[in-house]
Antibody, heavy 123, light 113 residues
Framework: QLQLQESGPGLVKPSETLSLTCTVS??????????WGWIRQPPGTGLEWIGS???????YYNPSLKSRVTIFVDTSKNQFSLKLSSVTAADTAVYYC???????????????WGQGTLVTVSS | DIVMTQSPDSLAVSLGERATINCKSS????????????LAWYQHKPGQPPKLLIH???TRQSGVPDRFSGSGSGTDFTLTISSLQAEDVAVYYC?????????FGQGTKLEIK
């Protein structure tokens, strides 16, 4: 059974870079037709797609965050990672990683998801 | 960008009764070349990750009870729980995957009356 687990610091100072890693177990991150995505949920609000990456390194980002986001993959460790620069309090959120199906050229749904990790931006 | 709007924001339904959640997209998510609606529904329980319930607007994910059903086309969609069970208490989200950036509704909180 495929499982994803986020890891990284729970507290980041304003203006610094948020860094998270998602470890995939029970399957290969190099599977065809699957991208690997990051989604976040600020407190009290809805879900926001951040971006997705293929094992080859090909990425798609949400334009609203693109200038600050980098997603990269390490196939040897079956992991992918998120870096979000110049964070502010508005970046405080639960960050989820998830498998993102891409089939016949179209992106589809997210399934499964990791448990999520709360990242607070505060001095 | 496609904006997804759900209604109501919260809903209280008696056990065994029907629950209906609506989702409206700011533009059609129906792809004419394959006649598929690029819409999914998720269930999110506290302390758990979101769980995929339905994709292609009406196709239940494997293992999802058949009391959950999805309907609609174009810009208007509905998630129906035919007979509410206690374990269905959760926040439900719709998501469009028709075009990037992939977007979610604001969520509907479902409670027991």
């Amino acid at each position: 059974q495929l499982q994803l687990q986020e890891s990284g610091p729970g507290l980041v100072k304003p203006s610094e870079t948020l860094s998270l890693t998602c470890t995939v177990s029970g399957g290969s991150i190099s599977s065809s037709n699957y991208y690997w995505g990051w989604i976040r949920q600020p407190p009290g609000t809805g879900l926001e797609w951040i971006g997705s990456i293929y094992y080859s390194g090909n990425t798609y980002y949400n334009p609203s965050l693109k200038s600050r986001v980098t997603i990269f993959v390490d196939t040897s460790k079956n992991q992918f990672s998120l870096k979000l620069s110049s964070v502010t309090a508005a970046d405080t959120a639960v960050y989820y990683c998830a498998r993102h199906l891409k089939d016949s050229g179209d992106f589809n749904w997210f399934d499964p998801w990791g448990q999520g990790t709360l990242v607070t931006v505060s001095s | 960008d496609i904006v997804m709007t759900q209604s109501p924001d919260s809903l209280a339904v008696s056990l065994g009764e029907r629950a209906t959640i609506n989702c409206k997209s700011s533009q059609s998510v129906l792809y004419s070349s394959n006649n598929k609606n690029y819409l999914a529904w998720y269930q999110h329980k506290p302390g758990q990750p979101p769980k995929l319930l339905i994709h292609w607007a009406s196709t239940r994910q494997s293992g999802v009870p058949d009391r959950f059903s999805g309907s609609g086309s174009g810009t208007d969609f509905t998630l129906t729980i035919s007979s509410l069970q206690a374990e269905d208490v959760a926040v439900y989200y719709c998501q469009q995957y028709y075009s990037t950036p992939y977007s979610f509704g604001q969520g509907t909180k479902l409670e027991i009356k």
